[in-house]
């Protein structure tokens, strides 16, 4: 079964790649190497474009993950895909994958200020959110000060990775009550800003705290007897 490489992974600073169309049809194309990030983890997927070398140009609207290790760069509708064996230039829209890098990293930093159990999130190329299983009173100023003082501190920003077995010896690690960590590769990838947070996570992150910028927590509402939804946003 194909698997597509993940370049995102190993450098989420790549904006694009040469790739080969290994799969092909109606629900979008599959590439052998690919910089688009799939829709996951509360993040959303890539956009961009496919650019052959006579000039063709197709539209990416999402990317997804299929079966076995795929990821799917889903087509503008009614675009007739590239024909398999053709070599693309895989461009992700940068501006907003940056946005998206920065929020998610955002978030983890909202979550080592807020050490509770999280059971969900969604990050935007503006804002993002939360779920915490906690009745406690959330102060959106305090929070808002002690997560900018976090950026403000540079922290460097980097992925391990860790076995399977090693994940089991440190349940700690899994901040996340609704999903738990893929098992099955052999392999974690843990995101960790030292001496601040450290969990499974396969998203896009920046490199150092610093380049997210200035963030406000916007609202703290509560969504459930033991449920704060928590949502910030950059300033300005």
Known sequence: MTVTEPLFQQDAYRRSCIATVIEAGEGGVVLDVTVFYPLGGGQPGDTGALRAEDGREWRVTDARKGEGGRILHVLEAGAAPPEIGCKVDAAIDWERRHAHMRMHTCLHLLGSVLRYGVTGGQIA????????????????????????????????????????????????????????????????????????????????????????????????????????????????
Do not use: M
């Not at 997210?212 to 509402?221: D, M, Q, R």
């Open 125 to 236: 190329a503006d804002k993002g959110r939360l779920d915490f299983d906690t009745q406690d009173e959330i102060d959106k100023d305090a929070v808002t000060s002690a997560v900018n003082a976090l950026v403000a501190a540079n922290h460097g920003v980097s992925s391990i990775w860790i076995t399977d077995e090693e994940l089991d010896r440190q349940p700690e690690l899994v901040r996340t009550l609704s999903v738990q960590p893929p098992r099955g590769a052999g392999r974690i990838r843990l995101l960790e800003i030292p001496g601040v947070d450290l969990q499974p996570c396969g998203g896009t992150h920046v490199a150092a705290t610093g380049e997210i910028g200035p963030v406000v927590v916007t609202k703290v509402e509560n969504k459930g007897k033991r449920n704060k939804r928590v949502y910030v946003a950059f300033a300005g």
